[in-house]
């Protein structure tokens, strides 16, 4: 496993962290995902083998659910 913390920038409320939270959470691979709204951070603990794979897919479900929202690496 390999811990990984992203930016959201453009995360504009609490609702929408929470249900963010629970989409990314069941993304396979993904062993655990947080999402904070206070903080505007996500940190994922994914398969680190699969890594690229299951970034990718977490990119499409941000963009999805949020399309407002930009994701980076930290």
Known sequence: ????KYKLDGLDCAN???RLEDKVKK???VEDA???FLSC????EIDEKR???IV???KKVVKKEEPDVNIKEI
């Open 27 to 29: 993304v396979d691979g």
């Open 1 to 4: 496993m390999i811990k990984i």
């Open 16 to 18: 929408c962290a929470a």
């Open 34 to 36: 947080s999402v904070s």
């Open 56 to 58: 990718e897919k977490i």
């Open 51 to 53: 890594q690229e794979e």
């Open 41 to 44: 951070k996500m940190t994922l």
